[in-house]
Nanobody, 123 residues
Framework: QVQLLESGGGSVHARGSLRLSCTAS????????VAWFRQAPGAEREGIAA?????FYADSVRGRFTISLDSAKNTLYLQMNSLKPEDSGMYYC???????????????????WGQGTQVTVSS
């Protein structure tokens, strides 16, 4: 059974930083596509960063957020810098069973999801 568990969320002031982690059990991070999504209240789930052999970022976070993998720890990370209030929301990690997905920032491409971790950025 695959389980993804996010951690590292919290409350931070604008221009601050957070690093989210997503540890996996029953799934080995490797060359398959993995991603981070976020969802604000009343909004659709938004893909913000994805990684396989390449990395993909939403325009809203490019240059501020970095997705990375530590294979030894089987953990996915999202480093978030220069945070803004509009970055607030529930953040989810996701993993696919395929190396390549057609649309890396679309939720429908992913097979496994974590339960989410809350990020709140105050102005």
């Amino acid at each position: 059974q695959v389980q993804l568990l996010e951690s590292g969320g919290g409350s931070v002031h604008a221009r601050g930083s957070l690093r989210l982690s997503c540890t996996a059990s029953g799934y080995t991070y490797g060359s398959n596509t993995v991603a981070w999504f976020r969802q604000a209240p009343g909004a659709e789930r938004e893909g913000i960063a994805a990684s396989n052999r390449f990395t993909f970022y939403a325009d809203s976070v490019r240059g501020r957020f970095t997705i990375s993998l530590d294979s030894a720890k089987n953990t996915l990370y999202l480093q978030m810098n220069s945070l803004k209030p509009e970055d607030s929301g529930m953040y989810y990690c996701a993993a696919a069973e395929r190396v390549w997905v057609a649309r890396p920032l679309f939720p429908s491409e992913y097979d496994y999801w974590g339960q989410g971790t809350q990020v709140t950025v105050s102005s």
